[in-house]
């Protein structure tokens, strides 16, 4: 047989993928951008004020918390060399692990070495071929993707419906020994508040585990603690919500994921979450970076609360309903208005990034504002000026 340019079909491949990518306006490419401050970057030349970042307690330029990353990257090295289960379980780990759990009203907590990494571990972990697991539609990719990988049946709930997962589970939930419910507890992408109260009823009625996602909650809702501390913990108490997940990267201005629960779901995650077995541990300095901004957020909850007054303040001047956290998105439907819409406010000084599918759902591209404890008020008015009339206009 006469030997075949493989590389010939895969490039055709790629670039066939690419150019349908394209047609749909879903082509993504990456933007290099330079963070200057708390809130300033350069993209493309231009200095932009950035209302399109998760670093919403602006703690990853924080002095403080560069100077912890420096110190343990000096005292412990640039990486971690292995896993944590082989040597890489350095002594910063079980200080984070308990401020952690401290924070979340839990026994204990496991540290990942991302939010996507854990969610993909610790739902295989706890469910198997056999067992049901049921996800708010919009919940987070990774929350799906962790949901395949248990091999049992995947059910979707329409968007924070209790009475639609009730549903689901009366009709399957005898099929299965063991069920999950998993859901955002601040929705990354609409900036809402999973109803926990209700979810965690349904969830005991159902004998049905409940897991919550709090990414874009732990440091900005809840007093810093996160969403099952809404309203002092009537959103569902840290107590009704056993596993409460959620990262390092976003308020916390570092890098990793977690899980805070009881100490036998702990211990059983250490030994059997794949994710954390097979993946090396994080930095030191990344580790000591999160110590930090932990001790800030439970020293100082005024400051924890900024983002969220500040997203409140904005949607309070376009007349948009009430954030509920530092999330706001301005949902214009059609990709290609959205893309333009971003771009408009680029020219103007704002970098707002255009949210597309398959990242939400079809028809509702949107700008997804974020707010962050440094953004200056008359900035915040002065781009409320600039979204009103694309809102006004949109369809
Ligand atoms: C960002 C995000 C993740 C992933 O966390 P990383 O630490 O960035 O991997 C998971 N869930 C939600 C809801 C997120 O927004």
């Known amino acids: 047989m006469g030997s075949i340019d493989i590389s010939e079909s895969l490039n055709a491949f790629a670039e066939n993928k690419l150019a349908a990518l394209k047609q749909r306006n879903l082509l993504r490419t990456l933007a290099e951008t330079e963070r200057l401050g708390p809130v300033e970057v350069r993209r493309g030349g231009k200095r932009l004020i950035s209302y399109s970042c998760n670093d919403y307690l602006n703690l990853s330029q924080h002095p403080k918390i560069k100077a912890a990353a420096i110190e343990a990257t000096e005292k412990h090295g640039a990486g971690s060399g292995a896993s944590r289960l082989v040597t890489g379980n350095h002594p910063l780990y079980a200080v984070l692990e308990e401020k952690l759990a401290a924070l979340k009203g839990a026994d204990a907590a496991c540290v990942f070495g991302s939010g996507y990494l854990a969610n993909t571990g610790i739902i295989p972990a706890l469910i198997g071929p056999d067992d049901m697991v049921c996800i708010d539609e919009l919940s987070h990719a990774c929350i799906y993707a962790g949901g395949r990988l248990t091999a049992g049946a995947v059910h979707m709930f329409r968007h924070n419906d209790a009475g639609h997962l009730a549903e689901i589970l009366k009709a399957h939930r005898a099929d299965h020994p063991r069920a999950l419910i998993v859901t955002d507890g601040v929705f990354s992408m609409d900036g809402d508040l999973a109803p926990l109260a209700s979810l965690s009823d349904v969830a005991a009625e159902h004998d049905t585990w409940l897991m919550t996602d709090d990414a874009h909650g732990i440091g900005v809702v809840g007093g810093g603690r996160g969403s099952s501390f809404v309203n002092g913990g009537a959103n569902g108490s840290g107590g009704r919500v056993p596993l409460q997940m959620g990262t390092l990267s ?146």
């Open 250 to 395: 976003k308020a916390i201005g570092a890098y990793g994921g977690y899980l805070c629960a009881s100490k036998p779901v702990i211990d059983l995650i250490r030994t059997r979450c794949r994710t954390l077995i097979y993946s090396t541990a994080l930095p030191p300095g990344t580790v000591a970076a999160a110590i930090a901004a932990l001790d800030l957020i439970r020293d100082d909850p005024e400051y924890a609360a900024l983002p969220l007054k500040k997203a409140k303040d904005f949607t309070a001047m376009l007349g948009l309903a009430d954030a509920e956290s530092p999330i706001v998105p301005i949902v214009l439907g059609d990709t290609q208005r959205t893309l333009d819409a971003s771009k408009t406010l680029e020219d103007e000084g704002f970098l707002v990034i255009a949210i597309r599918p398959p990242t939400v759902p079809d028809g509702t591209a949107r700008l997804r504002v974020t707010f962050t404890a440094a953004h200056d008020d008359d900035d915040i008015a002065r781009l409320a000026e600039r979204i009103k009339p694309l809102i006004i206009d949109a369809p």
